[in-house]
């Protein structure tokens, strides 16, 4: 019996932990053509959990084309600047 | 093929002797232990909730491994080489991993050469040890 290939070593979509940086599993995923599979990765120095996320979710990148804007300078109502003050001392 | 001491030239390696040399490990006895492999190569340890454990990696691993250990007291796994040289992978097993490493009695051992093709695959067993520390 020859090694094992990719898709004998995960033949399904069992959701996985991680742990380290989670792109070798991811693309180890994408080859057995298990995209659809959950992963939650552990940060190996704190043991911190990732929320669940897919294969393609994880290796998503941002849209290059995606522009932050930033909102037009508005101008904001003073409020309570002036008028009597009330409850301070000698009232 | 073994060389002699007088045939290890790693600053000037000639011939046929150029990719042991430099490919030279010392012996089991002189160097029973390997770095962690984590300082020399990326690497992701999974496990799956069937309890299938898998070790990624990109890189060469020195010698063949016959064997891993994964032990729940160190929260550690160590991989055991045929000629008995032991390699931590280098990172805490943390508890969220911990139940479902249990249920492992094996581990795939798959190689992604440049971190995304899959290479040399081998199934070797895990063995669970635990003393209750």
Redesign the interface.
Known sequence: MG????R???PDA????????????A??LI?AGQRDASM?V?E?LN?R?SPAQTVAEFTSVPDPNLKLEIAPNTPQMAVGTSGPRMGGPGQ | MILQDQEIDVLKPKGEHKKLALDHLPSVDELPVLPHLKKSM?????????G?V?L???GKIAEDTEYALYSIDDSSLTLVSKNGRIQEIG???????RK?MRGGDNI?V?E?IG????G????IPMIIHEIGL
Not at chain 1, 14 to 23: E, H, K, N, V
């Open positions: 090694n094992p290939t990719i004998d070593a995960i069992t959701p996985m932990i991680i742990l380290g940086g989670g792109a070798l599993t693309n180890a080859s939650i552990v190996p043991g959990p | 990326d690497v992701d340890l999974a496990v799956n909730a069937n299938r898998y990624f990696y990109d990172m805490t097993v943390h508890k969220p991993m479902y795939y798959i992604m971190g995304k093709t899959p040399k695959i081998i199934n």
